[in-house]
């Protein structure tokens, strides 16, 4: 069979599950060098690939709040631009697509074959299966299923960062005069906007662990995020019980700050993340940062830091609440005729206390690793 020359990958996802699926680019890319790659993204997504090598040329596509704002006319005449392309192959990175791989009309399609009704019946013994693998595993599938292409499992999640991103995040550290070469410097993410809110562990509990982090380590910790996270990111500073001198230096928002790419190069400048399940968390870790998550509703099978396991509490390391009963998986989670999750995520359960004693053994660790 003749080799694609032009190919559509389908990448509507979140950010971090776009940061999943990058090895799954990066050996499409590989596999068909000189083959044309386009990837169709959401607005929020964008930025995570906007500087991929792996891709030719991105197609935005509108998330569900801005479907209205585009129109008929619009989404129609994308459909139809999608059809025109001729698309060799289309790849689906996100499940529940192919409507749109129809209206594209590819010649051939690559898919992770998702268990029949999996969004129905996700207790049916083949949906059950796909609960232990991880998400980038799941999107290896679709190239190994149907186009025989092995993507190595040592292969991690790829972030490509500009000089312009390393810049502005350098400008924005030397304006409020912190000096990651000079000083501890940890950064945190109490935002996510997944599961309704159910990932987001408790503003005060991020507020007391960075008033430990400041008092027994002399940190300077950065809370990071988007415009969105700008209310949670003020309550965490509102709830600390530092004096207000102390709280102004040493406890610092950035959310809303910087674009998607600068905050990862401010991520990478950190000696520590410390953040819920979402984006930021594995935007640090492909950026070599330590990382500690905290987890509540979602899969540590299918979500947790794609980092090798041997490095489990050297680079990385993960808390769950004491009754730890996951139920957000990558697919066959709670039914989509159920509007709610049946129990808690009993995220609050776990402790600012048993947070700095996680924080405090990763660095620890990353002190053992400086030069």
């Known amino acids: 069979m003749a080799q694609p020359r032009r190919i ?23 596999a068909y060098p000189q083959a044309t790659i386009h990837a169709l993204v959401f607005p929020n997504n964008r930025a995570v690939l ?10 935005g596509y509108p998330t569900r709040q801005t479907w209205g704002q585009w129109g008929l006319g619009r989404l129609a005449g994308l459909y139809r631009w999608l059809h025109q392309q001729k698309y060799d192959l289309v ?12 209206l594209t009309t590819p010649r051939r399609r690559a898919w992770a074959h998702y268990p029949p009704l999996w969004w ?48 502005a995040a350098a400008q924005l550290l030397h304006r409020l005069q912190i000096v990651p070469e000079r000083e501890l410097v940890i950064t945190m993410h109490p935002g996510g906007e997944g599961v309704k809110g159910q990932k987001r562990w408790p503003s005060q ?29 003020t309550a965490v500073i509102g709830q600390s019980r530092l004096p207000r001198r102390i709280v102004s230096r ?70 769950t609440p004491t009754d730890y009963q996951p139920q957000a998986f990558f697919i066959a989670g709670v039914p989509l005729w159920k509007r709610a999750m049946e129990t808690s995520a009993g995220i609050e359960s776990i402790s600012p ?5 996680a924080a405090a053994q990763l660095l620890a660790a990353g002190r053992e690793r400086l030069p």
């Open 8 to 30: 559509a990958a389908f990448v509507l996802l979140p950010i971090g599950d776009t940061l999943f699926c990058t090895p799954a680019l990066h050996a499409l890319r590989l």
């Open 50 to 59: 906007e500087s991929s090598p792996d891709l030719d040329g991105l197609i």
């Open 91 to 102: 790849v689906e990175f996100c499940p529940a697509i192919g409507w749109l791989t129809l």
């Open 120 to 167: 129905l019946l996700p207790d049916s013994p083949r949906a059950q299966l796909w609960r232990s693998l991880h998400a980038v595993q799941i999107f290896n599938r679709a190239l190994e299923l149907d186009l025989g292409i092995a993507v190595p499992a040592e292969s991690r999640p790829r972030l490509h960062l500009r000089p312009a991103d390393h810049a």
């Open 205 to 233: 509990h991020f507020a007391a662990l960075a008033d430990l982090l400041i008092e027994q380590h002399g940190a300077r910790v950065l809370l990071v995020g988007g415009a969105e996270d700008s209310g949670i990111a």
């Open 250 to 319: 040493q406890l610092i928002s950035l959310v809303g700050q910087a674009k998607l790419l600068e905050s990862a190069a401010v991520l990478e400048r950190s000696r520590l993340f410390i953040g819920n399940d979402s984006g930021p968390l594995h935007m640090a870790a492909t950026r070599g940062t330590s990382v500690l998550g905290i987890y509540g509703p979602t899969s540590l099978h299918n979500y947790r830091p794609y980092l090798p396991e041997a490095e489990q509490g050297h680079t990385w390391q993960v808390l």
């Open 353 to 357: 206390a048993t947070a700095l004693a």
